[in-house]
């Protein structure tokens, strides 16, 4: 596998990384019981610390690329063992790749 490949599955992973760890540890001021700034949303976060989250997500990418690349490399998990509905038989002929 390229190192380009490896690294655009890598950004790819960090950003879904980052917007899934976004809303994990967050309060707001209803929950802390501190006072609210007028024409402030309900839903605004007391705390928000955006480097946290980043640095998060760019662990949880890591690993997940790694593992990825553990996969691709030594072929743990192929699309075989993922087809749960089996190969349509006019393609079963064809010649693979």
């Known amino acids: ?17 980052a917007f899934i760890l976004l809303p994990f540890g967050v309060k707001t001021h209803d929950e802390t019981g501190e006072p609210k700034v007028p024409g402030q949303a309900d839903s605004a976060p007391v705390n928000f610390r955006p480097g946290r989250i980043l640095i998060r997500a760019t662990i949880l990418a890591a690993v997940l690329c790694a593992l990825y690349v553990a996969n691709y490399a030594n072929g743990w998990i192929t699309i075989d063992d993922i087809d749960l509905i089996g190969m349509p038989d006019r393609f079963k002929d064809m010649p693979a790749g």
């Open 1 to 17: 596998m390229e190192w380009t490949s490896v690294l655009a599955i890598y950004f790819l992973l960090w950003v879904f990384s």
